[in-house]
């Protein structure tokens, strides 16, 4: 093992946990986005803050498991569905397809959309993408151990 993957693993474990904190703050504050309601610019704020922080996340997570494989299985998988399923295994996610659905809305959430298509995103997002999230950051509460 390279004297480098243990320090770039932890970077990742940290980079990931600050990743998570913000998303947690922004589910602490979320408030349903309603697709009826004409928004203002500053009323916006919080849902472009939500939106901004799970991306992030999701990336920050997918980061750190890269690393973790490395660690665990000196070698990268060719996919990531291979990556998360292998993250499954090891019982730092729940399911690799609700990360799949994470990355796809991940993916979305980018681009503009309807405003009923928006409402579906941020509740899943604040649901059981948000759960999903939060239980990864208590998972990474503690240093791995390493293999």
Not at 108 to 130: I, K, S
């Amino acid at each position: 093992m390279s004297a480098a993957l243990p320090e770039l693993l932890e970077a990742n474990r940290v980079k990931a946990r600050r990743s998570l904190a913000l998303v947690a703050a922004s589910l602490s504050e979320y408030r349903p986005f309603d697709p009826h309601r004409e928004y203002s610019a500053k009323e916006l704020e919080p849902f472009d803050a939500l939106a901004d922080r799970f991306v992030r996340a999701v990336e920050c997570g997918l980061r750190y498991f890269r690393s973790v494989e490395m660690d665990r299985f000196a070698e990268q998988s060719d996919s990531t569905r291979s990556l998360l399923e292998r993250m499954e295994k090891l019982g730092l996610i729940r399911a690799a397809p609700l990360w799949m659905a994470m990355r796809n809305i991940r993916n979305r959430l980018v681009h503009d959309y309807l405003p009923e298509q928006t409402a579906e995103m941020f509740a899943l997002v604040a649901g059981e993408f948000g759960v999903e999230l939060l239980a990864l950051d208590l998972a990474l509460a503690l240093p791995p151990s390493h293999s």
